[in-house]
């Protein structure tokens, strides 16, 4: 492992980043920028897993080794330059790779989605804690479910996705790496994977941008509370769009589709606010009147859960770009990212390696 | 329209029904059947829109036309001769062809997702009301969306789709057809389509299966309270499995993936229930321990909304067969049945016409 | 116990009412009416308790004694001579009475506040399933708590209520005696007392009122999910507003306060409902405008929550009469029937045994 | 008003302090300590309106006098000498007295109880803003509501309370004024008045305490978002437990009553934190086994609402002494804090005005 050596350095267009993990940050907001970087950068970044890589062994017990202030460390935050609030940050995933050959997942007492927790406490015993190890397959590009409790064994395809990613809070607020908000953080989507732009509204200077808590697979909902998590490589471009209205709440754009991710409790309203802010999307970028526009996204949507589990929980909208004539979002920041994100896999600048990586540390 | 006329004939396998408005029923439970029919009978039924067919134009205004205490008329109940509780009725959906030429969706004053409702009082006006009628085109497989406060026209797939189907449920309750629960009902999830095998645990004799609320297309979470609503020819099997134990909540076959339906009030409890009852179902087909069932879950399963806007909410958990090894569910009724619609469709016996419907009426 | 026998006769002023075992009803609608009355009627009621009189000991266990699909029986339901839909049913509480000397309370797996629950599982073991059994001192008018699992004992003063109180559903429903809604139901709020006046809008031909679930005491929120369940004596008088708009949700009107329950889910909408109406309720009484009283009634409102527990949880909002000038509601009708209550206290009709009961059977 | 003008001073047992506007505290962690206070200080503090003083008239319009992010300005944080993570922290409330003779409150755009918010978003449009002021006549201890939109006028109890009290928030997060948590915080309680001790963990040195957004009354619930908010002269006094376990939510004591506070949403998680947090109490101060415990306060726990209207929810479970045995809490310190308030009131420190305030500024 990486753990305890930090790096960053600048070849061609490319800013590698690789934390200490005395610089590990554990929050949005509140944390001193490990990095200032212009709008237009590419950053291939080092990610720490989810449980700062202590739970490697099915012996280890979550309850022994973990402590749940000190989850889903950050890589960053990144100070934008000249990222000021009411800007919004534009932020494509060019590449994740898994940078072990093992991920690990587990139960950890009243942490979940089929348990009590302490925000919905009940008097029964916990559940069983355990930890579960994947092996990485980066051949086959596979992940290995290996039963706990039996001896049960499954092959399920590698499907990397960030499960954190977002800038500092607004109202000077402080929130740790497990919770999902405006300002993005720990919302669990795997719809943010590579080939997704991400939008952010600015909320401080600099905007503070970070990311972590890598997953090589997860379900909608990641219902026991984790996904495979595991360190990762990231290769994003991050950029900066100073006119046009920030969105309220994370957007995020792939070629196919446009998406909204919408966090709170009760669920039902993580689910509201993303509705409400594609239909007012919608309705702007086609110049509906909104009941128009409720009606059309009402046919149309797609509502795939990202997580249940979390201090809130994270619902996706998702509208298909195929249903709908053709348009300009953002002033063409997605297709721009899109085009260089795939020139830097056709170019491979150095320290950039396409394909499956090379998962010996 | 075909309102106003009751029929029912029986043609080799197929037995036909259309209700005249009298046999409309409003309720899963409560009602009188209309037919016994028996295990293994192939159905088509003729159902009316959920608006009583009353909403013709845009001028049409919901607060002047319907009576929210008799919507999602239904095509039923119908008696399936044997059926005791404890057992589990199957039913397949072999096809689903609209019935007219158009459909209609509304925004119903204090209905739906982005609206207070009287269940979640607010002191705002209502939103304004309206009426919008998508034209089929029938040989493009289209709907087209047309703006009622504006111009704008865009073509849509046509998905048909059932948002109302189940059984009488449980400790004597009547619900009207406008409540999802753990007998099905309201559930309006697009996975209920052609091609999919829907169990219900049978909770009174003859189990009282209905069907009604055609849908030509929904999006997921069914944002402003209704689809395009439309008249639907339904074919559909029934059939009875008199061994085993019977789902407490709905689940849904398909030949690619295994779901669960639940139905509730936040909506994370709708899903807590979906995810609950699929980690029990993949436990008892792959024999693994609850625990390991939990993560193995966790990591696979999808989480499509049904809807956020009735009595109860829906949520679906799916898991897709791909990814597990291959396994027997319910005596392979599934499987059975899938051929049999296969047979249907080739055979066509009198009275069914596959592939598009004549929808002049 | 009286269990078995059914008995009904009129003397004077006092109509009496014990069922028979099979003269339980366990809904709110669907039950045929037990006796026809006519508005005015004073009705002296046994009913039995939440658990039909099986818990008698704390070796008897929820798991086998009870059937959950019959709990709460009620006595009734009463068809109320001349009641239509629109009208107002108003019903006041003369006197509750514990007919016996024992009540039992228990914790049922599955159910309650602090436990998981099948509409909101998890997969965690239930908690110990118990019953505990408080013996009443109808001299003292206290009841002891007796632990189970130790040894400890208190006194606490009897407090009896009624947790079921209600009508037939709208729309044609039918619900179970475990639900509370607008139309009453399995309310559980330690409000409905002796001195309350309830109305209810009449949703069905004769209204079909009921009671039953008597606690001889209960705390807010009733976080175990049962109360001291025992068998009542339930004075009630009962009468019909023809005139005036009948309430969406239950009113009680004591000669100290207004109040409106709310059922739904989650908690926050069943206040939400019950803030609404008292709004509602208080912009009628003092010609104010909506907003004003909106302001007015924030600042002077009380919330004792009544169940977090049943299938709907209920909410109180509660306005004591004093802090505003004095008005006449409902025609009256509370003075009306207070007036009613006292002289049948004074002139103690036969029949209608004043002051501590004696409990031996 | 004394905005603008900071001061302290230490006169005997008393510390003085009075804020002035650059010093106010928007949120609990984060914002440095304005004086460092031993354990057991009386402190008399000075606390600017939850509007920062800016609605003086029905002519202000919250929507353009007010900052969002910054309401409810604090006074404090007070550096409590010696405190560490892991004590607890008390705080005894003395003496709360209007410190203006006129109070405010306000229909904010899109903020309160029956009103559509960002968190839970609608496409209704929002209620009409408006602004109330109430008079306050110190004399007979009352406020005069005074209708906007009609001309209906009452005097209404004074019944002073702070909405906002608590420490710095655990694993480094910062909460803007707004949001009640397990730290304290914006809890809208009207609980928290005279005569109570407030127990809150300590999660930073120092605890970093802090209070403000003072009530001169509120309804439970707070409907309409907001009080009569009023600038305030608090006496409170803090004080220091090293030992024994720190609540893990916000514990108050009076002379009559034990409670609990737990903030969540949705509403009935706020309320299943306060009522397992009260079987925890309960069992460990009579030595009960948990289900005994759990069984006892179902009986006796009263549920007054606190707020449904802030980020979060507060939910209050209360136990009245009188139902149960005597019994020594936090080592006496409730009797300790109330007989030294005594005293104080009774030797009138200078700074200290017992009874009616000289209102005038």
Same mark, same amino acid.
């Given at each position: 492992?990486?753990?305890?050596?930090?790096?960053?350095?600048?070849?061609?267009?490319?800013?590698? @980043?690789?934390?200490?993990?005395?610089?590990?940050?554990?929050?949005?907001?509140?944390?001193?920028?490990?990095?200032?970087?212009?709008?237009?950068?590419?950053?291939?970044?080092?990610?720490?897993?989810? @449980?700062?890589?202590?739970?490697?062994?099915?012996?280890?017990?979550?309850?022994?080794?973990?402590?749940?202030?000190?989850?889903?460390?950050?890589?960053?935050?990144?100070?934008?330059?000249?990222?000021?609030?009411?800007?919004?940050?534009?932020?494509?995933?060019?590449?994740?790779?898994?940078?072990?050959?093992?991920?690990?997942?587990?139960?950890?007492?009243?942490?979940?989605?089929?348990?009590?927790?302490?925000?919905?406490?009940?008097?029964?015993?916990?559940?069983?804690?355990?930890?579960?190890?994947?092996?990485?397959?980066?051949?086959?590009?596979?992940?290995?479910?290996?039963?706990?409790?039996?001896? @049960?064994?499954?092959?399920?395809?590698?499907?990397?996705?960030?499960?954190?990613?977002?800038?500092?809070?607004?109202?000077?607020?402080?929130?740790?790496?497990?919770?999902?908000?405006?300002?993005?953080?720990? =919302?669990?989507?795997?719809?943010?994977?590579?080939?997704?732009?991400?939008?952010?509204?600015?909320?401080?200077?600099?905007?503070? @941008?970070?990311?972590?808590?890598?997953?090589?697979?997860?379900?909608?909902?990641?219902?026991?509370?984790?996904?495979?998590?595991?360190?990762?490589?990231?290769?994003?471009?991050?950029?900066?769009?100073?006119?046009?209205?920030?969105?309220?709440?994370?957007?995020?754009?792939?070629?196919?589709?446009?998406?909204?991710?919408?966090?709170?409790?009760?669920?039902?309203?993580?689910?509201?606010?993303?509705?409400?802010?594609?239909?007012?999307?919608?309705?702007?970028?086609?110049?509906?009147?909104? =009941?128009?526009?409720?009606?059309?996204?009402?046919?149309?949507?797609?509502?795939?859960?990202?997580?249940?589990?979390?201090?809130?929980?994270?619902?996706?909208?998702?509208?298909?770009?195929?249903?709908?004539?053709?348009?300009?979002?953002?002033?063409?920041?997605?297709?721009?990212?899109?085009?260089?994100?795939?020139?830097?896999?056709?170019?491979?600048?150095?320290?950039?390696?396409?394909?499956?990586?090379?998962?010996?540390?």
């Amino acid at each position: 492992m990486r753990v305890g050596r930090a790096s960053s350095h600048i070849d061609g267009d490319v800013i590698e @980043f690789t934390p200490s993990a005395d610089q590990y940050a554990y929050t949005f907001g509140g944390a001193a920028p490990v990095l200032e970087v212009p709008p237009g950068s590419v950053l291939r970044l080092w990610s720490e897993d989810a @449980f700062n890589g202590k739970l490697q062994s099915t012996e280890d017990k979550p309850s022994e080794m973990l402590n749940m202030a000190e989850v889903n460390p950050q890589t960053g935050p990144f100070f934008i330059t000249g990222a000021e609030p009411g800007d919004t940050l534009a932020v494509h995933v060019v590449d994740l790779e898994p940078a072990r050959d093992w991920g690990a997942s587990s139960a950890i007492p009243l942490f979940g989605g089929l348990t009590s927790t302490p925000l919905s406490p009940t008097l029964q015993d916990p559940l069983p804690e355990a930890t579960w190890i994947y092996q990485v397959d980066a051949e086959r590009r596979m992940v290995r479910f290996d039963a706990v409790f039996g001896d @049960f064994q499954v092959d399920l395809p590698l499907a990397p996705m960030l499960g954190t990613i977002g800038v500092a809070p607004p109202s000077r607020e402080v929130r740790t790496s497990l919770v999902p908000g405006s300002y993005g953080g720990n =919302m669990d989507s795997p719809e943010i994977r590579p080939g997704a732009t991400c939008y952010f509204a600015v909320n401080t200077p600099g905007a503070l @941008f970070s990311i972590g808590d890598g997953h090589y697979r997860q379900g909608e909902g990641e219902a026991c509370g984790t996904a495979v998590e595991g360190a990762m490589n990231s290769t994003v471009i991050v950029d900066l769009l100073k006119t046009g209205a920030a969105p309220a709440w994370p957007r995020i754009e792939t070629d196919d589709a446009l998406m909204v991710i919408g966090s709170a409790r009760p669920l039902e309203d993580a689910w509201r606010i993303a509705q409400f802010e594609m239909v007012n999307w919608i309705s702007e970028l086609y110049g509906l009147a909104p =009941m128009d526009a409720y009606q059309l996204v009402s046919q149309i949507s797609l509502a795939p859960l990202a997580n249940v589990v979390d201090t809130n929980y994270s619902s996706v909208v998702k509208v298909e770009k195929h249903l709908l004539p053709a348009v300009r979002t953002y002033g063409g920041m997605h297709d721009h990212l899109r085009d260089r994100a795939a020139q830097i896999r056709a170019t491979g600048p150095r320290g950039f390696r396409p394909g499956p990586l090379d998962l010996t540390d």
